[in-house]
Every structure is written in C-alpha cells, then in structure tokens.
C-alpha cells in the first residue's frame, strides 16, 4: 500500500524538515538534520534512482540538509548548487548566470512528491513479533517493493516537459527525479520523496520540469 502526498516549497517543505525526516517527531530548533535524526532513532535519507549520475550522485549516497534545500525547498534547485554557484563566481561569471547554472529547469511550487510505503496490518504484526532474521527478510522484501515502485515510474509515467510553457515532452531514458528520493522512514514503514524536477541528455536543453 502506498500513500502519496504533494510537497510544496515553503511551508510544507519546513514541516518536512521539523517532524518527517525526524521520524514525526519534533526537530529542535537550530538542531543540524543529522543530528536531530540521530537523537529521534530515525535513519539518513540516501539517494536512489537511475539518474543520480547526471546530478554527481550515486545511489545509497546520504542525503544533506542542503540537498534537501536545494531541491525541496528552493523550488527545484540542483542538489549541488551552492557548490556550482561558488565555482562560476569564483571563474567569473556573473551572479545571474551562477543562479542559472544551479537551476534544473524553471522554478516552480510543487517540488516534488511524497510516497510514503505502508506493508499490511499483519506484516506489522510480524515485524514486532518476530526475531531479527524474520525482520531482515521483512526489510530486504520491502526494499525491493520500493525499487519496482521507482522503476515502474522511471519507465511508465514520468516525462519531461521543456519549451515554451513545456510544450514538448519526452520520456526520460533515466529520471533524475523521481527516482532520486530519499527514503527516511524505518522498516517496515518506509518513505521516499521524490523531486519534480529533472535533467535531460540533450546538450541544448538540459533540464526540464517533471510530470507524474
């Protein structure tokens, strides 16, 4: 069973970053993630999907509080672009076209999506009841649920919109995003967040918004 739910730039996005990545409970304030997650037994985001290596990612690689602000929160943002900016002003180039360079495609409010992956009643049941191996066949069944889930949506449903007022769409051959999502929630309940935002292989066009 899977639940799904719009994340939104601003408000929202706080609320995720206060009580969701923190296991629903509430993050101090001033508190590093990390930190705060730690204290709450929740573990770190990692970033999953086929098209981590267009962003310099690689799957199971952390997720940072600032990979977070950057995708989430300012309104889909490169995961590294604080890193891309500093290095274009560093060489040179104008603050305008160090903001650009960080962007994957326009801004936009909704940022991305959340799917939140709920097992039936009895496998809670089994999870609490049963012994460590139970729990780890539990964990890895689970696992392999979410990567079909984000397989199915790299090849079936997400496409990229670019042009004028995106016109144009293509089916990705590897998604950014929604693959790249950032799972925080322990077994056997499990979370991914997944970005609307994406890059394209195409030289003249690198980036696009995605669709669900």
């Known amino acids: ?32 993630l990390r930190e705060a997650q730690e204290v709450a037994g929740s573990p770190a985001g990692r970033w999953m999907g086929r098209g981590l290596a267009a962003l310099g990612l690689t799957a199971g690689e952390e997720v940072t509080e600032a990979q977070l602000r950057n995708v989430f929160g300012e309104r889909g943002r490169h995961p590294y672009a604080d890193r891309i900016e ?11 076209k160090a903001w650009k360079a960080g962007a994957l495609g326009r801004r936009v409010t909704v940022t991305g999506v959340d799917l939140v992956f709920r097992p039936q009643p009895t496998v809670y049941l089994l999870w609490a009841l049963g012994d460590e191996e139970t729990r780890k066949v ?47 929630k322990p077994a056997p309940e499990c979370r991914c967040s997944t970005t609307t935002s994406s890059c394209r292989s195409k030289p003249s066009a690198w980036t696009g918004n995605g669709d669900l």
Request: net charge positive; hydrophobic share 40%; charged share 25%.
């Open 1 to 32: 069973m899977m639940d799904i739910a719009i994340i939104r730039a601003g408000q929202m996005y706080r609320y995720y970053l206060r009580q969701v990545l923190v296991g629903d409970a509430r993050r101090p304030a001033r508190t590093p």
């Open 138 to 184: 539990i964990e890895a069944a689970r696992e392999r649920a979410i990567e079909r889930v984000l397989e199915w949506l790299e090849d079936q449903v997400a496409v990229i919109r670019y042009g004028k007022d995106g016109i144009y769409k293509v089916r990705p051959p590897a998604v950014s995003s929604p693959p790249a999502s950032a799972t925080t």
């Open 86 to 96: 500093a290095g274009l002003l560093a060489a040179g180039e104008s603050p305008t």
